[in-house]
Structure formats: C-alpha cells, structure tokens
C-alpha cells in the first residue's frame, strides 16, 4: 500500500472515530448506531466493518483514541517537573485541564467508561487496554519516584493506587446523578467537591503537604517564584476559578490552599470586595505535635511565600500577608488579602 493511500486509509478511519465520538456524547453509546455513525462520516455503513468488525469494538477504538490523546497531555504536563509529588498534581491538573478544553472527548469518555468490553483479543480493545495501563503506569512511576524520595509512605503499592486515583478522579470530575443532587442539596460546588477529592487522594498518599516538602529544601533548591506561579496559574484555569474581587479570590484561594497545602480550619473575620481576613487552624503544615520543636525558618516563611504568590497569580492588583503564626507561638496563622493600592 502506498503512503499516500495509508493516509487516505488514516484519514477515514480518524472520520469515523471523530462521528462515533460526537454521537456517543450527545446520545450515549447504547443508542449509538452504526448507520448514524456512517451517515455522520460520510462512508458507506460496509466502510466501517473494514476497520471495526462490530459497535462495541468501535466503541473500543474511541475509547483509545481518547485516552491516547489524554496521555499525551499528561506526559507533557509531568515532564515538566522533578519530583514525585509534583507530577502526580501535574497529573490530576492535566486530566481537569483535559475535561474542561474539550467537553465533548470527556463526555464520551464517561459515557465509554460503563462499557465491560470483554473481547480481549480484539485489536481495539488491545489499543484502548494499552492507553488506559499507559496512564496507570506513569502515575506509579511517579508514586514509586516519591517513595525513594520520602514524599510518599512508603507502605503504599503504586500500581493498585495509580488504579484507584484514576477511578476516583474520573467521578469526582463526573459525579454520578446521585452525587449531584446531593451537593445540590447541601449547597456544595462542584469546584469544592472536586477539591475535597483531590485532597483526600494527596493526603492519605503523601507524608507531607507540598509546601512543606518545599519549605524543608534549601532556598538555593526551592523552586523560583515564576515555577510556582506556573503551577498556580495552571490549576487555576484548569479548574476555572474567578479571582475578580476578594470574595472571588477568596473562594479560590480555600480550594487552591487545601490541594497545595492540605486541608484547615477557616474562620473568616472580614471578607468585602475589597479584602478578607481569616483566622487558620488545624494547619497541615504545621502539625501541633511538633509544637516543641526547632523549625528550620524556611518552613515559617513558607507559607508567607506561597500566599503572596498565589494571590498575586489569581489576581495581581491584590497581596497577601499573614500577622499572627501558629509557626511562632500565635494559637491561629491570621491571614489578610487585599487591594495592593486601594482607591
């Protein structure tokens, strides 16, 4: 065969993929036919058994195309950093960054996700097996990463966990009818549950917060404020959170804080426009069992570091100070947000 009728081959196929995905999104594949994916290609129904013998394998074959694409966009994002614990966030932020660039890829491939396919030996189902172990196994390399390097308990087995964190992000990106009229019911955003999720799944792997693996290195291995901003700006847009105002910064700032940091105790004493004020406890940082102990002062400024950088990110006509610290004696970290040059 020639290159050029290869490419023509490549092309077709790559239409009625492209057909069978927007179908199974806007219909669902159990209402899926393979006339409609047909009449949407623009190729005679004969056409499509040339490359799929059946719907469940072309169902397959989305499924991979998919996951395929969703893998480079993860790899990209975790090459991007050096440690463990940062490309498992670079992980978890791809794949938000993924369901929300193009909604109608994540809604077939939620839709997708229901199907058992059983045909093992069928050449779709191989390729859709090999994308999905492909995730799973860069997620344990990354888990493996952060054990050798004291991040990540090491009780932890990297492979069954890199299989669950898929499983648990998929719904908590996707929550099933149930869970949504739930949250609906007690007034939680989707925004929040999702942080909740992605806080639960960092905590019980992780030995520390991020931030204090970052405050325990030396300021010569601490990353610069730009790389910190990076990762900031990208969860922040990867998750669409508004930062208009203080009342906007506000709320992003509580979910940004508990997937960097863990998760606190917030009392706001003052929230306008304008700026907020809120007293924090229950701070993952600073565990009050180490109370008694010397703190090395790059943990104390830590905090300080990370507040102002990611305030400045959302939004930089605003700052961030903290006066009272749970670090240096005070019962509460009172943290302050406002306008850098109020009118």
């Not at 869970?179 to 999702?194: A, F």
Request: glycine residues 4%; negative net charge.
């Amino acid at each position: 065969m020639t290159t050029r009728m290869e490419r023509k081959k490549e092309e077709k196929k790559e239409a009625i993929l492209d057909a069978a995905e927007a179908i199974i999104a806007e219909k669902g594949f159990r209402y899926m036919t393979m006339d409609q994916v047909a009449n949407a290609a623009d190729v005679a129904k004969g056409t499509l058994y040339l490359y799929f013998k059946n719907k469940i394998s072309l169902c397959a074959a989305v499924d991979a195309w998919i996951n395929k694409e969703l893998n480079h966009l993860i790899e990209g994002k975790m090459d991007k950093y050096n440690t463990g614990s940062e490309k498992i966030v670079a992980a978890g932020t791809a794949t938000v960054e993924f369901s929300l660039k193009d909604p109608q890829k994540w809604k077939a491939a939620t839709e997708l996700y229901q199907i058992k396919f059983k045909d093992t030996e069928d050449p779709n189902v191989q390729e859709f097996l090999h994308e999905v172990n492909q995730m799973i196994q860069m997620l344990a390399d990354a888990y493996r990463q952060g054990i050798s390097e004291g991040t990540i308990w090491e009780e932890l087995d990297p492979l069954p966990t890199s299989i669950y964190v898929r499983m648990a992000l998929t719904n908590a990106f996707t929550p099933t009818h149930e869970q949504k009229m739930l949250l609906e019911l007690n007034d939680i955003s989707q925004e929040h549950y999702l942080a909740v999720a992605w806080n639960l799944l960092n905590r019980s792997t992780h030995v520390k917060s991020s931030i204090r693996e970052e405050s325990e290195k030396s300021l010569e291995e601490q990353r610069s404020p730009k790389e910190i901003k990076k990762e900031i700006k990208e969860m922040a847009d990867s998750l669409g959170l508004n930062a208009g105002n203080a009342l906007e910064i506000l709320d992003s700032w509580k979910i940004l804080s508990q997937i960097i940091m863990g998760k606190f105790e917030y009392n706001t004493i003052e929230a306008t426009e304008e700026k907020f004020m809120v007293h924090v406890r229950g701070c993952p940082v600073f565990n009050p069992y180490e109370k008694g102990n010397s703190f090395n002062i790059n943990m104390i400024e830590g905090c300080q570091r990370y507040s102002r950088i990611l305030v400045e990110t959302l939004n930089p006509k605003y700052t961030a100070r903290i006066n009272e610290r749970m670090c240096k004696g005070d019962d509460y970290c009172e943290v302050i947000v406002e306008l850098k040059n109020p009118d």
